[in-house]
């Protein structure tokens, strides 16, 4: 498979953050998180209502576990 580095270069320099963050959404479902933890590497998914959003002028990744007590108490 050839990767077209010139079309992801353009991308990454024509889109703003907010359609980058976007886009990252549109992938989310592909994308999982290792955590290393006592017991072992952990692989997390990311939330399915909010995987990824701005926090500033970065991109917050957001997993299942992170809102795992918030959940718990709805």
Known sequence: MRIRFKK?????????????C?????IAK???VPVQKED?????EL????????N???????TEEFYKDEKIQK
């Open 56 to 62: 500033g002028t970065f991109y917050q990744i957001n």
């Open 30 to 32: 592909n994308i999982c």
């Open 8 to 20: 992801i270069l353009t991308f990454y320099n024509e889109t703003t953050p907010e359609e980058k």
């Open 22 to 26: 976007h886009f990252l959404n549109m």
């Open 47 to 54: 939330d399915e209502e909010t995987p990824i959003c701005m």
């Open 40 to 44: 072992g590497c952990h692989v997390l």
